[in-house]
């Protein structure tokens, strides 16, 4: 198999397919009982760590109120004792907690691109807040997931990391029309060169230097400049309107205030995150500017706050194996293994014509 969770993922989008109906009119789905259908067993063989946890320390019966000093102490003791490999006694707490995370990722605007799904409930925010159990949470196909279902049944399929992008150290989204035009090249020509274009990240801007683009096509490792989004109102008023992507709003606020408090930018006065639940994957953070400070000044202060550069690799599941490889290894193994599945290159060909047209993009 080219990627293991990929396919897992995909198998998401199709059980959706099939509990909800097609967007935009399909119900929302529990993400435990989605579960529990991708992996064919009953909802309450879903695990989580706390049920693991709950399971091989029970709370001794109490013949008092517990106070909230007994609480700690108990959890103390139980994840001192704690080892991992009993977290994984049910073979399912590993790849359903990575499949949920999956389905968390497909869902939010500000880590992908490329966002195949609706959800309700808590599933994060750009804060970083962690997801509500899977027994809280709700989703749905988006209108976007529809037209790569249908490509998908009729036999074109893309490696989703390269589309939707993947967790750190994972590489950014590239559009679809790229990526799919590059398996074309492949198809064609397996020692084609491999041009990706720049990242499309759904939060500010990403690039990559000439140096790190030649690095990352020999060696899928590379070092990105992820940029925010500043400006200033005809009013003189500053806001940012992008952060980096993947960056947490609320520690971006957090050391920009430490930095006022060490007066290590003078031209700040203060913050105020003004950003709406409809607001992500934007952001709307007004910064005050100092009495007497240039505005200008504030803007480039801020500038070069919203500026990241970060190690990305591409990282791929090639016989149960985790490994590094370059883009056009990568894709030439997925062009290869989906032409084999297919049993026509020529088919293959032409369902990635369509996604390669302009309105795949």
């Not at 009993?86 to 949920?100: C, G, H, K």
């Not at 998908?152 to 939707?164: E, W």
């Not at 090249?185 to 084609?192: E, T």
């Not at 190690?311 to 193994?333: G, H, K, Q, T, W």
Request: charged share 25%; net charge negative; with cysteine.
């Amino acid at each position: 198999m080219f990627d293991g969770l990929t396919e897992r993922a995909r198998d998401v989008l199709f059980a959706l397919a099939e509990l909800s109906g097609p967007p935009p009119d399909g119900r929302f789905v529990n993400c435990a009982d989605l579960l529990a259908h991708v992996f064919r067993v009953p909802v309450s063989a879903i695990p989580s760590l706390e049920d693991a946890l709950h399971a091989r320390y029970p709370p001794p019966p109490w013949s008092r109120i517990p106070t909230r000093e007994d609480i700690d102490a108990l959890a103390a003791r139980a994840l001192a004792s704690f080892r991992l490999e009993e977290a994984t006694v049910d073979p399912l707490l590993a790849p359903a907690d990575d499949l949920y995370a999956a389905i968390v990722e497909m869902t939010l605007p500000h880590r992908t691109a490329l966002p195949l799904l609706q959800g309700s409930g808590h599933l994060g925010t750009a804060d970083e807040d962690p997801p509500a159990d899977c027994l809280y949470t709700e989703v749905r196909l988006a209108p976007r997931a529809t037209r790569l279902l249908d490509l998908d049944r009729r036999g074109a399929r893309l490696p989703l990391a390269f589309v939707t992008g993947s967790p750190p150290p994972g590489i950014p989204p590239f559009a679809v029309a790229s990526v799919a035009r590059a398996c074309l090249d492949l198809l064609a020509d397996p020692r084609a060169e491999v041009d990706l274009g720049a990242p499309v990240v759904p939060s500010g801007s990403a690039a990559l230097s000439s140096s790190s683009a030649r690095a990352f096509a020999t060696t899928g490792r590379a070092e990105i400049v992820l940029e925010g989004a500043a400006e200033l109102s005809p009013s003189g008023e500053l806001f940012v309107r992008a952060l980096p992507w993947r960056e947490s709003k609320a520690a971006w606020i957090c050391a920009l205030g430490e930095a006022m408090r060490r007066d290590e930018v003078p031209a700040i006065a203060d913050v105020w995150d003004l950003t709406r639940d409809d607001d992500p994957p934007l952001a709307r953070i007004r910064i005050d500017v100092a009495p007497g400070a240039s505005p200008e000044r504030a803007l480039a202060t801020i500038e070069e706050r919203l500026v990241r550069r970060r190690a990305v690799e591409l990282r791929v599941l090639v016989d149960e194996r985790e490994v590094v490889l370059a883009p056009r290894d990568a894709l030439l193994l997925f062009v290869d293994w989906r032409a084999h599945q297919l049993g026509s290159r020529a088919r293959l060909g032409a369902e990635l014509e369509a996604l390669a047209a302009p309105a795949g993009a």
